[in-house]
């Protein structure tokens, strides 16, 4: 068992940034694949951002691509969402995941909601325009 506990988010303008962390209760260190999701009003939640733990691969939705990066602490079981020039289309609910399945290395590029199996409770993030 994980519990996952998201922090960081805020109000900013567009052209912004803020940093969002994913604390684990224990972790995240090895083997793992933990991924950050948004969800706006309205619409379903999609994949931003995931890193395998063990390899610090990172992937991307193409929406974010090189203006969000995630990164670990593994000193302090923590993943981190790092969001730059950030837009109004960007406002969502941002929730941290984590996929501890065998199965997470080959799934992690994917970043299907289905595939993983503890989440926070979220952080909102709001860009105005």
């Known amino acids: 068992q994980v519990q996952l506990a998201e922090s960081g988010g805020g109000s900013v303008q567009a052209g912004g940034s803020l940093r969002l962390s994913c604390a684990g209760s224990?972790?995240?260190?090895?083997?793992?694949?933990v991924a950050w999701f948004r969800q706006a009003p309205g619409k379903e939640r999609e994949g931003v951002a995931g890193?395998?733990?063990?390899?610090?691969?990172?992937y991307y939705a193409d929406s974010v691509k090189g203006r969000f990066t995630i990164s670990q602490d593994n000193t302090k079981n923590t993943v981190y969402l790092q969001m730059s020039s950030l837009k109004p289309e960007d406002t969502a609910m941002y929730y941290c995941a984590a996929d501890l399945s065998y199965l997470s290395f080959s799934r992690c590029p994917n970043l299907r909601k289905a595939d993983f199996d503890y989440w926070g409770q979220g952080t909102q993030v709001t860009v105005s325009s």
């Open positions: 890193i395998y733990t063990r390899t610090t691969g990172t």
């Open positions: 224990r972790f995240i260190s090895t083997n793992r694949c």
